[in-house]
């Protein structure tokens, strides 16, 4: 059973940056795909990015160049650095992994590929 716990949202002013973080439990977290999605009130959930064991990442586009999500697997934590924030970033922020490894990165872009999910925190955006 793997555990996470996201940590760092809150409020943030247009165009400024937060930066989230995921503890994950378990000793096998470095050949573990991670996930963030977000879902806003009223939407489905959606991607984020994703960082697979060996670091090559995946971003939407309506986060690509803004976004980075990086991982120390040393610390068993995923981190999602967000820059220029905007409004429309405004959601729960969810971690997730998988224990289904070797599969290509955009088999790690479908939510439904996730087994374990942190409660979420909230980012809001707003002056």
């Known amino acids: 059973q793997v555990q996470l716990v996201e940590s760092g949202g809150g409020l943030a002013q247009p165009g400024g940056s937060l930066r989230l973080s995921c503890a994950a439990s378990?000793?096998?977290?470095?050949?573990?795909?991670m996930g963030w999605y977000r879902q806003a009130p009223g939407k489905q959930r959606e991607l984020v990015a994703t960082?697979?064991?060996?670091?090559?990442?995946t971003y939407s586009d309506s986060v690509q160049g803004r976004f980075t999500i990086s991982r120390d697997n040393t610390k068993n934590t995923v981190y999602l650095q967000m820059s220029s924030l905007k409004p429309e970033d405004t959601a729960m922020y969810y971690c997730?992994?998988?224990?289904?490894?070797?599969?290509?990165?955009?088999?790690?872009?479908?939510?439904?590929?996730?087994?374990?999910w942190g409660h979420g925190i909230q980012v809001t955006v707003s002056s």
């Open positions: 997730a992994t998988t224990d289904k490894t070797g599969r290509s990165a955009n088999y790690y872009t479908s939510p439904t590929v996730y087994d374990y």
């Open positions: 378990g000793s096998i977290f470095s050949i573990f795909t």
């Open positions: 960082i697979l064991s060996g670091g090559s990442t």
